[in-house]
């Protein structure tokens, strides 16, 4: 039988949907499996963006332009100038989804064996997106005991070598809802301009940002106009994960030029999840209020609850809807499996992702999930009862005053 590619093996699994069989025995097992596991939000999806598909009344599905139709382009511009951005249609290129761009930005900018520096935990599928063009990642890592913050910029100095190409960030982030400071960005900026280096920027969850805190992009910093290159989607912003639809934004022309090519490879994007996202441009803040509120309250009562439980901790996140929980176990893997596979409690069940699909670092976030509060707050203060009594179950629970497990100390 002839043999798939090196490449081929080394792409990783995702640690997000890798689990999914489990959690579909257990759905057929008649149990309810709350859903912490992945960034798919309950919110509705905004009306306008939706009757725009329902009014559409082409005659031919035909293909868009390779970098968006100029009216998306040109609203979207409009979007980012009303959010500070000095950004013109001629600066955006239209993509299947922020996965799209990603891949396309890495591959511009990044030759086979050069290096992206990337803070961790880190969104889990940026080792897929390195693997696709032979980047390497160097990680550098955040502690759950400062709400990984953004490390010392010294620490990034000492991993820079003559092959480093770029370093990507995610603000607010995805997986742990870190939001970067003005000033931690200014610290990147100095560092980047010292070593001529691309800064990309996942801006997925620009919009979810809490207590009054603002949301500061490095695009609004200047001095970076050859070096920024900003990754958009409107999966979160508009509860549309479906549509799969992302732009790549950069002033930098080569950048642009090269990605364009790589667009036109792949010929267009979706042209009805353009003519939804044009429309949802209009969206009122009012939407945007209502669902930051209620991605707050659900934050809150997921830190508070988190924290009140034995050997649990969870720093408070500053934007996205995500968390990165320390738990009193032995493995996350084994955990999060044995959740699905092992444990009910009332005919309930939670799935969650390890947090070791998060790092790069070989044994790091054996004790850490994410978790993602996507889910009404009634459903969540259920899901979190099952998870405290699933922690009091579990075998491989760590006994805080021993070291040892529930299992191992019987």
Known sequence: MPKISTKGLQMPASPIRKL???AEKAKSEGKTVYHLNIGQPDIETPVGMLDAVKNIDFKVWAYTQSEGTPQYRNKLAEYYQKNGYNITPSDILVTDGGSEALTIAISACIDHGEEVIIPEPFYANYNAFTCLSDAIIKPIQSSIETGFALPPISEFERLITPKTKAILICSPNNPTGYLYSKEELEELKKLVLKYDLFLICDEAYREFCYDGREFISPGHLDGLENH????????KRYSACGARLGALVTHNKEVYAAALKYAQARLAPPAV???AATAAIATPSSYFDTVIKEYSERR??????LNKM???YCPNPGGAFYAIVRLPIDDSDRF??????????ENQTVMLAPATGFYSTPGAGRNEVRMAYVINQDDLKKALICLEKAL?????RILSSTGLTAKSAL
Not at 392 to 396: C, K, L, S, T
């Open 273 to 275: 999840a353009q003519i």
């Open 300 to 305: 809150n009562l997921l830190v508070n609850t």
């Open 392 to 396: 009091v179950e579990y075998p491989g």
């Open 336 to 345: 999060c499996e044995w959740m699905l596979d092992k444990f009910t409690y």
């Open 228 to 235: 920024f290159i900003m990754i958009d989607t409107v999966s």
């Open 310 to 312: 034995e050997g649990v």
């Open 20 to 22: 999914t069989p489990f």
